[in-house]
């Protein structure tokens, strides 16, 4: 999880700090300061991608497709992954990222799910989470369980490589609040060109949960 939010250039200027009122992010897993007009959702099990910040009224619709409530206070280790380099070699890259809710330890041991188990230095980022890549020679179903070292704390995630039919919804309109953005647009990644927005309107990253509300 990113620790900010960054402005981005595009046709119309996106700000963070001008999103929906309580759109605000976390810069890590916590138990308490989560703003309580946003709900944080985790992906479908077995499906790539990160956890993301979604307002009360697109919970259902996020549900519908999967999507699952983190829970709160949130997991002492939490998993998620996505797809890493292009494929090479008929091997399947992924990026497996860990983000732990207290101190990180000084190694993780992961078992892969496909027979092969290492341990491994921490490899910290600057938000104190870690990631790691790892290649599978076929597409299939894989249970990652991973291990922190000095404390005991377990977790485990499905990979599905086999196939996820997962698709982003359209975000629904807010309700009218007298001022502020009028549509909503989606994407993975932050805002670039978009053609049919105005100004006002929001866009919600569906990698990160960043909102950005569009100016000129």
């Not at 992010?25 to 308490?32: E, F, G, K, V, W």
């Not at 259902?60 to 996505?82: C, V």
């Not at 490899?123 to 005991?152: I, K």
């Not at 982003?168 to 053609?195: H, K, V």
Request: aromatic share 8%; proline share 13%; glycine share 12%.
């Amino acid at each position: 999880m990113t620790s900010s939010l960054t402005q981005q250039s595009a046709p119309f200027g996106a700000t963070p700090q001008s999103a929906p009122l309580g759109a605000t992010r976390t810069p890590a897993i916590s138990s308490s300061g989560i703003s309580a007009q946003l709900v944080r959702l985790l992906p479908p099990s077995g499906c790539p991608g990160q956890p993301l910040w979604v307002p009360p009224n697109e919970v259902q619709r996020w549900e519908q497709l999967g999507f699952g409530r983190a829970p709160i206070p949130a997991a002492d280790l939490e998993l998620s992954w996505q797809p890493a380099v292009q494929e090479s070699g008929g091997l399947i890259p992924i990026e497996l990222l860990l983000n732990p809710r207290l101190t990180p330890p000084n190694a993780v041991t992961l078992d892969w799910g496909d027979g092969r188990t290492e341990t491994l230095p921490w490899p910290a980022a600057a938000d104190g989470n870690a990631r790691l890549q790892h290649s599978y020679a076929g597409r299939s179903d894989y249970t990652v369980q991973v291990e922190l070292s000095g404390n005991g704390i377990t977790a485990s995630l499905l990979v599905s490589l086999a196939g996820c039919p997962i698709w982003q919804p359209e975000p629904i309109p807010p309700p009218p609040t007298g001022g502020g953005g009028s549509r909503w647009f989606n994407g993975d990644g932050p805002p670039g060109t978009i053609a049919a927005a105005a100004p006002g309107d929001y866009y919600l990253d569906g990698i990160s949960g960043a909102f950005y509300l569009l100016e000129d």
